[in-house]
């Protein structure tokens, strides 16, 4: 298995501008997550899905930021405007079912300057 | 909010000797899992310890649960330069998995 996939890998934006990060889950899996890891803030749950049904956005900081996950393959974290203090690295993971293994991407390393 | 708080924050050890991380959580869990992430990586699952359990051992690693002081350790034994990260635990209550902020281990040559 691939794993989960995540892209871009890397992304420096300047302030304003949208910002899409991808992920591809683990085939199979019905739980997807979002997590957001600074220094100062550490590793943040931003939104889970199960069964591709947003459950948990309690962790999106503000309105600047959207997910969306529109079929069990695929889901996307929107930000739209970026700011500098977006800046971040955007792990997306999934788990076969909530309670079990959780399994991380490689991360999307977000600048925006 | 965090659940788990990891302590120490961080911590460096001969290669060889033991390593020790606790991991302190507020509110009753389902199970309490520990991740490994290297520099620049996604993190890594462990191992997993249910509630109903107080000792799980994986190799090197030995973890305990303690649910009535709502504590957990993850010991590495005989470590190794390869076993430089951060390591975190993970909390599940159910509705959510919430993570602390993470143990940075350094194995000194």
């Known amino acids: 298995d691939a794993g989960v996939i995540q892209s871009p890998r890397h992304e420096v934006t300047e302030m304003g501008q949208e910002v899409t990060l991808r992920c591809k889950p683990i085939?199979?899996?019905?739980?997807l997550f979002w997590y957001r890891q600074t220094m100062m803030r550490g590793l943040e749950l931003l939104i889970y899905?199960?069964?591709?049904?947003?459950?948990?956005d309690s962790g999106m900081p503000e309105d600047r930021f959207s997910a969306k996950m529109p079929n069990a393959s695929f889901s996307t974290l929107k930000i739209q405007p970026s700011e500098p203090r977006d800046s971040a690295v955007y792990f997306c993971?999934?788990?076969?079912?909530?309670?079990?293994?959780?399994?991380f991407g490689e991360g999307s390393w977000l600048t925006v300057v | 909010s965090q659940q788990g708080e990891e302590d120490p924050q961080a911590l460096s050890i001969q290669e060889g000797e033991n390593a020790t991380m606790n991991c302190s959580y507020k509110?009753?869990?389902?199970?309490l899992q520990w991740y490994r992430q290297n520099s620049g990586r996604g993190l890594v699952h462990l191992i997993l310890?249910?509630?109903?359990?107080r000792e799980k051992h994986s190799g090197r690693l030995r973890v305990t649960l303690d649910t009535s002081k709502k504590s957990s350790s993850l010991l590495i034994t005989a470590s190794r330069a390869a076993d430089t990260a951060s390591y975190f635990c993970?909390?599940?209550?159910?509705?959510?998995?919430?993570f602390g902020k993470g143990t940075r281990l350094h194995i000194l040559p």
């Open positions: 993971a999934s788990s076969s079912t909530l309670g079990n293994t959780i399994y």
């Open positions: 310890i249910r509630s109903n359990e």
């Open positions: 509110t009753s869990i389902n199970n």
């Open positions: 899905f199960n069964n591709n049904v947003p459950i948990d």
């Open positions: 085939s199979g899996h019905n739980s």
């Open positions: 993970a909390t599940d209550r159910g509705d959510k998995i919430i």
